[in-house]
C-alpha cells in the first residue's frame, strides 16, 4: 500500500511536469508567431513610410545653400584672397578683409567672376550676403566674359528696383535686358540689409532663387546654356559676402 502511493505521487509528478513542458512550449511557439506578425506588420508600416519621407526629401532645395545628398561640391571659397576671381567688368572695387569679401568703393558698377569652370547646370550659393546701404547686390550665373564685357544671369536683392528680388538677363557688352526676366515684391517684414543665405539653381533653361532656404522667384530663358558664377554690384552699393560654394543640382 505504501509503494503504490509512492508510485502513484511520482506518477503525478511526473504528469505535472509534462503539462508544464507543453504548456511552456504553447507559450514559446505564441511568442516566436506573435513576434513575427508584429514584425511583419513594423515592417509593412515601415515600407509605407518610406517612400513619403523619400518623397518629402526631394521637396525643397536642400537646406542651407540648397543641397541634396547626391550633390558635389565643384568649388567653394571663404574669401581668405581673391585668387580664384577675376573682375570683368568695371572697375576693381573689391576686397577681402578678415575673410569677407566687400565692395570698398562709395559708387561702383563691377563685375567679379569665379574662375572654376563648371557644367551647365549647378546651384550656387552665397551663405552670406548683407547689403549694407545702397540699391542692392546680384548673384550672377552662366557669366561669360566677352573680351572687356560679359553675358549672363543675374538674380538681384533690389532694394533701388522698388524694393523687388529680381532676375535680368546681360547681354552683348553687358548691357541690360530693358525688363527683368521676373521679379516679386519682398514679402512682409524682409529686412534688406539683414544677412542673407541666398542660393540660385540653374537647370536647364529654368532658373530658382532662394533666399534663406526659401524659393523666391521663378525665371525661365534659353539664350544662356553654360557659364560661371559670379557677383555684380551697381551705383553706390556697399555689400558684403561670405561663403561661396557650387555644388552640382
Known sequence: MTV???YLKKSEAGQGFLEYAVILALLVLISVFGARAIGNKSADNLSKLLPAFNQSSTDSPGGSG???PESVLL???EFDNLD??????GPNCWKTVGG???VTKGKCTSVLLNQTTLPDDYLVNMSMAQ??????????FRLNKENESFTGY?????SGYGNQFVFRRYDKNGTELGEPLASASFPAGFDVNAAHDVSVSVAGNTYIAYVDGVQVLTAVDDTYSSGGAGLR??????SQFDGFSVTTP
Open 4 to 6: 503504490n502511493k509512492v
Open 66 to 68: 540648397g543641397q541634396s
Open 75 to 77: 568649388t567653394s571659397d
Open 84 to 89: 580664384d576671381w577675376k573682375k570683368i567688368n
Open 100 to 102: 569677407i569679401l566687400q
Open 131 to 140: 547689403l549694407l546701404s545702397g540699391e542692392g547686390y546680384g548673384l550672377m
Open 154 to 158: 543675374s538674380f538681384q536683392v533690389d
Open 233 to 238: 554690384t551697381w551705383g553706390e552699393s556697399q
